[in-house]
Structure formats: structure tokens, C-alpha cells
């Protein structure tokens, strides 16, 4: 099953090669079949040079060497034809391997960004960047450098055994038998190796994901002293990838030798086989029949070496294809929504919302129109209602249990809770990042499973937890939020956050690069680049989840003034464990293990003395 999947694997990737280098293939393999027959041609030249002109010179006195320079000057200009097609084929297969590379990278890139987060939630980052590096980089070498060698060795090995056949079949014979015996013993070690070679990719892949945590998390590891730890886990893992590496290289490089031999063995059997012939036999085999006999039998058994050599790289191409192609099928993020979020303007009368193209500030929900029909559009004002709603990230577990949640238009809506609780849980539902077991999600009345997934995205402002800023100006990082914002667009909405101030601070104010996720500024800095972000975005839902966790308390006081503002019109969703930032809001959610457990304003709850007291005091429930 192994070997047909790795068939089928180099069979898709092939197909890929030829569907868009198609001629540039075509062209490849004619130059290969000329510099075949050309280093064909010089063998067979040995056969005449012997017979035709340095046996009969060698018996005459006066030797005329005219004719023979003639001819050297013939074959030198066919084996001028064979260096220059050996050229252009080198180049046109640098063409089609880095085109191939590029495509390929090109196609899962694409469709890495069409995958749920649940994939990204399973699979090790580092592991997914290995196949944009080590595993495709195999398949350049296999494409570049192994496919053209492996075919040319098949045209070498066809035209020479019929030149074999044609200049003698007794010793065609056993020259087939040792030849058959290199390629079982190719065939049966390539088996071998193979599985080793898989085991290597999957341990290359390890590697880069535990620098990538080292390297991400490398102020953790030294605050708590960790440095001999990690360094005992890394030799670990790195010794798991070189005992790997060993057995696949072990087993593959005894290929080379074995042929080898066996390529020699050939050679001296076949000189005792032309001489027996000549001397017991009485078979007319003159000696330079016998010597291009024997030059053809090294052309015959050097492809076969050829192809032995490749058999590390060919293999290792195989599974790091079966890695790419395992990204490639993974099944998209589903979406059968219909609706979609379109900018809208007010008649006259102010009573039928009309689509427009350019930004108003108002926005309404695109409904088709069934057969017949005409769309209908309804304004969109933010309302989200959960009802009866069941969810788990597994079938076998279930997180989040009957949650009912109405917030109306211009609503506060805050989740409070221990860890765990499922806070994060259910503004990852409204987003659709996971998609409910039971129940129902409504936003403006719809359901938003009606609604495109990245139209329902594009409602929503969220400001993340875990910042994350990208290469590019401060500029460039809020003007993520809403690309065709304008520069003042973006100012603006800094001075909302409050991190004008510390922008202009900057060594380039807002034109200032920022590199490795902002490194060079502050957590508070970074996430109130964050909130600048949601806030040129100006949606009409909003989602903070833990959105002042890393800026002092007097720097929050600021920005929870400039979040208030931001908050206007919008219905709003905060997460927080500081519970001083909700006690504003017109409905506080109190989360346990999945389950609203209380709700209410912050003074209901704290005169029913419950688990949101506890929280918020400090004090045991009495």
C-alpha cells in the first residue's frame, strides 16, 4: 500500500509538472534523447577508430592521417551538438523545477488561508512551516536535478542495448543478467529505505517546531533559568532526527557501492566472455567490436548507477510530496452561506435602506431574493442572540452547555469566569471560527450560518488576547483593520486607543517599521496597536477579549475612555478577568464550567452574594 501511495504521489506531481510545463518537458526530452545518442555515437566511434583506421595505419609505412581527422572533426561536432543540448536542457529543468516550487508554495499558501482555525488549533506551526521549506525543497531536487537524470538513464539504457544486440547477442545476454541483478537489488534497498526516510521529514518537522518555541518563548526560558533544559530537550529531539537520518542515508548509500561492484564484476565477465568467444567459439569478434562492446557495457550499467544514486533523493521527494499533498487535501473551511454584508444609504424618506458602493458608515445584510424576487435588505444593527446553543471542540466532550444569550443593539454584553469557563469559547461561535452541535446563533434575526463566513467576519471588530502585529509601518498595522483607510483615518483612531501619544514617540512616529511582531515595543504598546486596529475597522459588533490585560491601571483608565467611545452604537462583547473594565456594562455573564451560572448588572450581582461576588471581592460565598 506504501509503494502505491508513493507511486501515485510522483504520478500527481508529475501531472502537475506536465500540466504546466508542457513543452518546456517536451523540449527536455528531445535534448536528452540528442545527448544520448551523441555520447552513443563517440562509443561506437571506438569500434571504427579501432578496426578502420589505427589497425589498418599501423600496417602501412606512410600512414595518411587526412581521413582520419576528418572524422574526428565530425564526431567533435556532434558531441558540440550533445554539450549544447545538455545546456539548454539544464536550463529549461532550473525553469521548470523553481516554477514548480513557486506554484506549489503559491497553492498551499492559498489554501492554508481557506482552512478552519481548528486545523491550526491541531497542527504544530512548525511542523506546517516545514513543508513550505524542507519538503518542498526536496521536490525541487527530485524535479531539478533527479527526474531528468532518472530519464535520460532510460534513454541511455535503450538506444545502448540495441546497439548491444546489434554488435553482439551472446554477450548482450550477460550483460542483462547483471543488469537485472543491479536493479532488484536497487528495487529491494529503495524498499528499505523508504520508510526511514519518512520517519526523517516527521523528525525535521519536530525540530523546527521546538527552535520555533525556543526562539518565540526565549525571555520565558531564561526568567526561569530553563537554558540547560531546553538544550537537554533539543539534543534529544535532535538525536531522534540524526538516528532517523542515519538509517534512511544507511541503507540508501549501500546502493551506490553494490552497483558498483556489480558494474565491475560485469565488466570482467564480459572480457572473459568475449575472449572464450574468440578463442573456444571461433566467433568472428574483432577488437574493436570487443572494446566498444565493453565501453557500451560501462554506458549500459552507468545509468543503472544513475538511477541508484537518485534513489535518496527520489524517495525523500516522495514523502515530502505526500506532506505537501497532505496540506493541499485538507477539506477547506465549509461555507453555504448566502447573505452578505453590503454598504448601505437611506431614501429620502429614510424607510428603505439602497445599496451603495462607497463607505457610509451604515451597512445592511444582502438577503436573496427567491425565485422571482427581489433582494431584501436588512439593516445591520449587531443584534446577536444565542439560543439553546451546545458546543465541543470533539463530539466526545462537550464545552459549552445550553447557553441563552440575547444582546440587543448598543448593548455591553461582558463574560466573566474562571479559566476555562468557555468565555473565548463563545466569541469564537459568533465569529463562526467553530460551528455549534445544538441550538442556534442569530445576528439581526439571521442565522449565521445563512451568512458568508467572511462576510459575518467582516461585521465584527476583534481585539485579541494575544497581539499580533505584523512587518510593516505602525500605519500599515492599523490599517489592517480597514485597508482602504486613509492615513488620517488611522490617526484618528490611535488618538481613540490613546496610543497617539506613544507613536509620535517612535523614532519615525507612524511611519516606524515594526519587526518580529513589534518586539521593540511595550505589551501595552503592542495590543494598543491592537485596539487602534478594531477601532479604524469602526464595526458595528465589537469583541475584546482580555483587551486591557497588559497595560497598567493608569494607562487603562485612559484607553477605557477612548474604548467607551469606541463601544458607541455598537453592541459589545468583553472578556475579562480585571473585572473593574465590565462593571459598566449592561449585562454581566458569569461562566462556570460551560454553564451561565448568573447574569445581571454589576450591583444585582454582588447583592446576590454569588460566585460573581467571590470574584469580585475576593471574599468566600457565604
Known sequence: MKAKASKGTLLRLTRIVLKNYKFSCLAVVACIIVTSLTTLASTLFTRSLIDDYIVPLTQVDNPDYSSLAQTLFTLALILMAGVVCSYIHNRLMINVSQGTMYRLRTSMFKHMESLPIAYFDTHAHGDVMSRYTNDVDTLRQMIGQSLPQVFSSIITLTVTFASMLALNIPLSIVAVIMALLMAVSTTQLGKLSRRHFKTQQQKLAEVNGFIEEMMTGQKVVKVFCHEDKAIEDFERINEDLRSSTYDANRIANIVMPVNGNLSQLNYVLLGVAGAALILYAHIDLSLGTLVAFLTLNKSFSRPIANVSQQVNSVLNAAVGAERVFALLDEEPESDNGTVEIVNAAQDDEETILLPIVQRTGLWAWKVPAEVGGKPQFIRVDGGIEFENVDFGYTAAK?????????????QKIAFVGGTGAGKTTITNLINR?????????????????QIKKKHLRRSL????????LFTGTVLDNIRYGRLDATDQDCIEAAKLANADNFIRRLSNGYNTVLTGNGSNLSQGERQLLAIARAAVADLPVLILDEATSSIDTRTEIMVQRGMDSLMKGRT??????????????DCIIVLDHGHIIERGTHDELLKQHGKYYQLYTGRDIA
Open 572 to 585: 459589545t462583547f468583553v472578556i475579562a478577568h480585571r473585572l473593574s473594565t465590565v462593571r459598566n456594562a
Open 461 to 468: 471588530g476583534m481585539v485579541l488576547q494575544e497581539t499580533n
Open 398 to 410: 462537550t464545552v459549552l452547555h445550553d447557553i441563552n444569550i440575547n444582546a440587543m443593539p448598543d
Open 433 to 449: 471560527f467553530y460551528d455549534i452541535q445544538q441550538g442556534s446563533i442569530t445576528c439581526d434575526g439571521i442565522d449565521i450560518t
